[in-house]
Structures are given as structure tokens and as C-alpha cells.
């Protein structure tokens, strides 16, 4: 790969033009761009300078290597709006006093609980399912992210207890996450992002309320309230804190595991040899091994299904898009020098789809992941970033997606009823447009 230039010589696109298709058609104006102008090109967004880096090293690059010269970008503005101080959008010394406090809730060692925890809710989700019967899958898939990630992580029964509240925040996250796309400069219509706001914030903080008085718990929530409690000078002794936090998991933890499930049916349901392979793997599976150490056996076993998900995000990354900002200090990126303040844009979907990392990169080939191991994407995979700021949900979330294909898959296969016409659409994150719908069948 040929060195980049210096700022001063990458090229500017035509900003009018590129504005535009980057907020009506992004995907297709990011590949225009990159064959276009190359791994490096310029584009003036509103007063922002921006660069779009689109060489296959840039984001290790940014992230990791040189990831002291850069914070978190203007391209979050608007999701600060939702989200307020959480963790994806914190700034960095925020970050560095909050995520230790977190860490421990995603490390491996819980995860065998998570794992032991979001079984049987999985098992009684689909065993709702009846042959024959058409249902919103992708609608079926954000319920069941969202339960298991309100089960596992703040004790909350959305299944029962609350199944308004798991409604309400699907409902309003969705208008929420419509109104904020990035490259535009503000929120698309700012009044029912204001209402969806307003519904999402009561409904946290409702939650929050019932989790205080139900008392100690064993999960983070309630870890999260003692930490505030024994300490006053902890950040999340302050009630916003608190709520940034628990509203950022909720809506990270749930919205991209379900989009990266609903884009994996998706490619089941088109590729049938794939489809045969996975239901073979998984009905191999004996029943004494789903009891007990089933934690185990998604972390070492059930490779050919590791290759599919692995192959699904690839092709269809549920977080498509990340930026960054330069800090105070000019930095060069592989040959591109970068001025303070100019923001950076790097890109899944044009790593995922590029042909000298990945052959024929449009088709669907699970076995070009080798031998997946553990939790951990193949590299050079980055569905869930790099560095300091990578997902912290990256294992929790592959074992939660690993152990829905397992249990679902045992028991029944969709068959799409709208599969041909649905698009990617890339938004707050991807996601099939319209929502995928299936009849069920029991195997
Ligand atoms: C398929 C599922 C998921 C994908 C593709 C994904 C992707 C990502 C990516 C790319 C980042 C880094 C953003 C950046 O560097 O700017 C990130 C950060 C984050 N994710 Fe995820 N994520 C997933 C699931 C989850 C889950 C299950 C949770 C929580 C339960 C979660 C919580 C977070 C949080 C809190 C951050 C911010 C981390 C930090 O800055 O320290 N994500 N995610």
C-alpha cells in the first residue's frame, strides 16, 4: 500500500455533493469516496474539517497505536444527546474514572453467571414460538437482547415485571436512534426526539428507583448505587452519572447484539449450504452439554457457528462507523498529517469490504475464518473497536449471540417472508429496514 500524503495534499471531495449522499445514501458515498480519492480524503462538514481514513491499518492506527492524540469526536454530539456522559461518549478523563468501576461486571470470570442466567430466558423465549406462526423477528430478537441485558447487568425482570417499560424503551429508543444519523450536522426532527428523550429518561429512572429500593442485588446496578453511596466523591454518587451509565448499557448492550442476530438470520435464510452446515453443528450438540458449563462449550466449541456470526458482522457491522478528534498536537497517520481539532472518520463497513484483506469481500464465506477461538473476533476483524475505548460488552455480547443461534437453532428455523426486500440502513447503527419478518418452523 503506497505511504498517504500529507494533509495539505489529500484531496477535498466535492462537499455539496458528498454531504448529501453521506447523509441519504452512506455506505455507497463511503465506498464512492474511498475509490474515488483513495485511503485518505478531506471533507468540510458544516464549520468541521473531517478526514476519512479508509487504509486497513488506520483504525489500529488511531485507536491503538497512537490513540493518546485523539479524543472522542463531534460525530458524537448528537448520540451525547441520548446518551448523555455514559461510557461510549464520555470524555476521555471521565472514561478513566468510570470504566474500572464497570470492568468487572464483563469480565471473563462472570461471565459463566451471565451465560447461566440468560439460558433459561432464551429457552423460554423460543419455546414461545409455534410452527407455523409469522412473527417480527427483529422485533422478537430487541425484546429478548434487551431482557437478558436488563436481567444480567441491573436485576431487572423485563419478561414480567416490567414488560411495559422493556416496550416503552424499545418504541423510544427507535424514534430516538431515527432522529440521530451521522454527518448531520443536528437532530432530524427535534421534537419527537425531545419526547422519545423525555420517555426513555422517565423509564430509567424508574428503573434506577426500583432498583435502591429492592436493596442489595448481585449485579451491577446495585454495585453502581453501593459505590455512590460508600463514596461521595465517586462519579456515580451524582443521580446523572448514574443514569448516563445505565441508559448507555441498555441501549449499547441491546440494539447492536439484536442487529448483529437479526443480519445472522438473514444470511442463514439466503445461504442454504451455510444454513445446513450451522443446523448440523448445533444438533450435535448433546443435551448434558447445554447443562452446566454451556459457558464453556460457546467458548471452545461450536466453531462453525463462531465463523457464520463472524462472517455476518463482517458483512453487515452493526456499528459501521467511529470517529475520532485530534487533541491538541498535530499527529501523522501513516503519512497524513493531521491538524488539532480535525475530526477523523474510520469505518467498519469499508474495512469489512475490502478486497485485498478480504477476497471476493462481497460474498458470504463463513470458512474464511479459520478456526475462531474463544469470544474474541478473528482478526483483523474490529467489530467492537480497539484500544482503551474498545466495547466493553465484546464477550458478553458474542456469548449472548453465540448462545441465541444455539438454543434458537436447535429448536426452529425462520423462513423469511420479506428477505428480498430488506436494506441496510445506516444509521445509529445498521439495521435491516424494514424489520425482517419470519414463520416459524419447528425442527
Ligand atoms: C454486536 C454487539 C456490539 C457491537 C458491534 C459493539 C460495538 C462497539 C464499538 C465499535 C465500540 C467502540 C466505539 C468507539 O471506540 O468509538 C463499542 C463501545 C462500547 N460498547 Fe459495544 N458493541 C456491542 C455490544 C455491546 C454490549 C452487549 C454492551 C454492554 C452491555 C456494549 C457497551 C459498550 C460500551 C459501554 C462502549 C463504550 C466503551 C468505552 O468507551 O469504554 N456494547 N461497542
Redesign the pocket.
Known amino acids: 500500500m503506497e505511504p498517504l500524503a500529507p494533509l495539505r495534499d489529500v484531496p477535498l471531495a466535492d462537499t455539496h455533493q458528498v454531504c448529501a449522499g453521506l447523509r441519504t445514501r452512506p455506505l455507497e458515498t463511503l465506498c464512492y469516496l474511498r475509490d474515488t480519492f483513495g485511503d485518505a480524503v478531506r471533507l468540510a462538514v458544516g464549520a468541521q474539517s473531517w478526514v476519512l481514513l479508509s487504509h486497513p491499518e488506520a483504525m489500529k492506527e488511531v485507536?491503538l497505536r497512537q490513540r493518546e492524540s485523539f479524543i472522542?469526536p463531534p460525530l458524537l454530539a448528537l448520540a451525547r444527546e441520548l446518551m448523555g456522559d455514559?461510557?461510549?461518549t464520555?470524555e476521555d478523563r471521565v472514561?478513566r474514572d468510570i470504566?474500572p468501576l464497570l470492568n468487572q461486571a464483563f469480565q471473563r470470570t462472570a461471565l459463566s453467571a451471565h451465560v447461566a442466567r440468560m439460558q433459561p430466558m432464551i429457552s423460554e423465549a423460543v419455546g414461545t414460538l409455534r410452527d407455523g406462526e409469522e412473527i417480527d423477528l427483529s422485533l422478537f430478537l430487541r425484546r429478548l437482547t434487551l431482557s437478558v441485558?436488563g436481567a444480567i447487568?441491573f436485576g431487572i425482570d423485563f419478561e414480567r415485571a416490567f414488560v411495559d417499560e422493556r416496550d416503552a424503551l424499545l418504541h423510544h429508543a427507535a424514534i430516538a436512534t431515527m432522529c440521530l444519523r451521522p454527518f448531520q450536522p443536528q437532530i432530524e426532527d427535534l421534537s419527537a426526539f425531545r419526547q422519545a428523550k423525555q420517555c426513555l429518561d422517565q423509564t430509567v429512572d424508574a428503573l434506577i428507583e426500583h432498583g435502591r429500593s429492592a436493596g442489595c442485588g448481585d449485579n451491577l446496578l446495585a454495585q453502581m448505587v453501593m459505590l455512590g453511596v460508600e463514596d461521595s466523591a465517586c462519579p456515580l454518587a451524582r443521580p446523572k452519572q448514574l443514569h448516563d451509565e445505565v441508559i448507555?448499557?441498555l441501549l449499547?448492550?441491546h440494539e447492536?447484539?439484536a442487529?448483529?442476530l437479526e443480519w445472522t438470520w438473514w444470511w442463514l435464510s439466503r445461504e442454504a449450504d451455510v444454513r445446513t452446515a450451522f443446523h448440523q453443528e448445533i444438533d450435535q450438540i448433546r443435551a448434558g452439554d447445554l447443562e452446566g458449563a454451556f459457558c464453556d462449550l460457546l467458548e471452545q466449541g461450536v466453531t462453525y457457528t463462531k465463523r457464520v456470526l463472524w462472517e455476518s458482522?463482517r458483512l453487515r457491522?452493526?456499528?459501521w462507523i467511529?470517529?475520532r478528534q485530534v487533541g491538541l498536537k498535530p499527529v501523522s497517520v501513516l503519512g497524513v498529517t493531521l491538524e488539532p481539532g480535525t475530526a477523523v472518520a474510520l469505518s467498519?463497513w469499508l474495512n469489512n469490504h475490502d478486497g485485498q484483506t478480504y477476497p471476493g469481500p462481497d460474498r458470504f464465506d463463513p470458512n474464511r475464518f479459520r478456526d475462531p477461538q474463544g469470544f474474541t473476533p478473528p482478526p483483523p476483524l474490529l467489530?467492537?473497536?480497539t484500544?482503551?475505548?474498545?466495547?466493553?460488552?465484546?464477550r458478553?455480547?458474542t456469548a449472548?449471540?453465540l448462545a441465541i443461534l444455539v438454543l434458537t437453532g436447535r429448536l426452529c428455523a425462520f423462513d423469511l417472508l420479506n428477505g428480498d426486500e430488506v436494506a441496510a440502513d445506516a444509521g445509529f447503527t445498521l439495521k435491516p429496514l424494514p424489520n425482517l419478518y419470519a414463520r416459524v418452523r419447528l425442527r
Open positions: 485507536l472522542k455514559g461510557l461510549v464520555a472514561h470504566r441485558i447487568l448507555t448499557l449499547a448492550g447492536t447484539t442487529h448483529a458482522m457491522p452493526p456499528v467511529m470517529g467498519q467489530p467492537f473497536g484500544g482503551p475505548r474498545r466495547c466493553i460488552g465484546d458478553l455480547s449472548e449471540s
